[in-house]
């Protein structure tokens, strides 16, 4: 069962401010960042993983040592865990002992083998999106307390915002690339036209449907077959001037 959140104090939230703020002066890129996080959250209470989806992949973009990695991808594969229930619920999640928690099928056996005992993911996300999950793992049954999971609480909400903005940029960057992909495709077979057109001396209509007719009587696309126009035209040129 998905537990609710825990009080904090405003010292205890300005300390951890402090501390997250110094981070992110200290580091001069976001992987450097999530590394020094997950070690200062991992710092006294035993392993920490940062896990976050992106086109719906789910994986692990920052651990403190290969025991959360291990307990991290153990999840994915089993498609079911504590971080991945946090991640989509949107709610705190712990696993006081998994040695008598069998909320998660498969997984309990795998991250016992792994020596895992106790586990507490905490959602990450901004303006009600989820997209990942802060999680501490430890090796003893019964590490995570009050104290613990507010702290924690703190540096998954404050590591939301980086994270957040750093998926943002990638999303505008993805749809930067793929405009600018439609407008070159564009202009090539503007230029197929108007090649066409000065050959064929027939109307922009006329062809474009000659470019749409090669195009499916030889199964290519249709950027394809006016780049091929656009560089034979333009090696043709060449030869003459040479």
Known sequence: MADTPTPTTDEDARVDQSALQELILSTEGMTEFLDELVQLA??????????????????TVASSDDLAARADEIQYAQDEGPCLESMRTGAVVSAPDMAVDDRWGNYRSYALAQGVRSVLSTPMGVDGRHFGALNLYSTEAGTFDAETRAQAERWAQQASGAVGVALRLAERTRHGQQLAEALTSRSIIDQAIGILMAQQRCSSGMAFEILRSASQGRNVKLRTIAADIVRAVGEGSDETSG
């Open 42 to 59: 991992a710092a006294g209470h035993g392993s920490c993983a940062i896990t976050v989806r992106l086109d719906d992949k789910t994986r």
